[in-house]
Nanobody
Framework: QVQLVEAGGGLVQAGGSLRLSCAAS????????MAWFRQAPGKEREFVTA????????DYADSVKGRFTISRDNAKNTVYLQMNSLKPEDTAVYYC????????????????WGQGTQVTVSS
């Protein structure tokens, strides 16, 4: 089993920045492909970004390209999401997810999930 705990959400004005973190325990973190998803009220869970086990490959949703950056520190068992130039439409609960075999955009393919952290961007 893997436990994922997100932190770093909050309220920020449009144009501002936040850095989310997701700490993993219970399984060798470096064996997991990691991703971030988000879910706004009344909407489906949406893929944001993913990173390979080594961190050498990343993928982003078009809506966040150039503004968000995913990274990981396998020594600290942590994945990060740096969010810059935030917009009101980025408001959502952000979830980190992990899987030993999958790193795509389909949320139901991921085995492990955090509890989520709220990000609110005011206009």
């Amino acid at each position: 089993q893997v436990q994922l705990v997100e932190a770093g959400g909050g309220l920020v004005q449009a144009g501002g920045s936040l850095r989310l973190s997701c700490a993993a325990s219970g399984r060798t973190f470096s064996n997991l492909r990691m991703a971030w998803f988000r879910q706004a009220p009344g909407k489906e869970r949406e893929f944001v970004t993913a990173i390979s086990r080594s961190g050498g490959r990343t993928d982003y949703a078009d809506s966040v390209k150039g503004r968000f950056t995913i990274s990981r520190d396998n020594a600290k068992n942590t994945v990060y999401l740096q969010m810059n130039s935030l917009k009101p439409e980025d408001t959502a609960v952000y979830y980190c997810a992990g899987d030993p075999n999958y790193s795509g955009s389909l949320h139901y393919e991921y085995d492990y999930w955090g509890q989520g952290t709220q990000v609110t961007v005011s206009s």
